[in-house]
């Protein structure tokens, strides 16, 4: 029985999201984090990061004049945290002083990292493209700051120790993850096998 589908249109409604925090500063050192959900990985060579952000925010306007900003992936604890930085404005407001977030200086560039966020990206801007009301900048990696509880005693990783927030756009909901369900570059290969199989 084919699977049953509702027609939606071109928009942006539902689509699973990582939640995150960039962090940038003004020429005069003052920081400032907005929540984005519109943000991933686009490029292994050279490591580079994208980031949409609307035009009129003041995160945006930090990027420009700096050139930088960092990419904080929330874990699932800081959901009330990252909200609030999604709904105010740093022009308004110490949006640290308010949520309580504890910030370290990062390594490549200048701007804030944030501290309770397990996985924390550097980057610096190499690009931008206009997007109607919105820009997306696109960041070269410099550095990536992971939880030390993420690495067991052989150097594999626990991704449980990242515990990443999810942001449904459209019904305006964050999920956490739930647990491991296959290997990728993997586990797929099985089809190939059993086709072979059947033939």
Known sequence: MPMKKRQLGPCVTFFPQPT?????????GRVDLMTASWAGIVSKTPPTMAVSLNKSRLSYDNIRRTGCFTV??????LAVEADYCGIRSGRDRDKTAVTGLELDQAEQVDAPLVRACPLNVECRVTGEV????????LGEILQIHAVEEAFDEVGGIEPQAFDPLVYLGGIRQYWSLGGHIADAYRDGLALEKNGEDQG
């Open 20 to 28: 995150t925090l960039i962090g940038t500063v003004d020429p005069e």
């Open 72 to 77: 904080n992936c929330v874990p699932s604890g």
């Open 130 to 137: 206009e997007l109607g009301d919105y820009r997306l900048i």
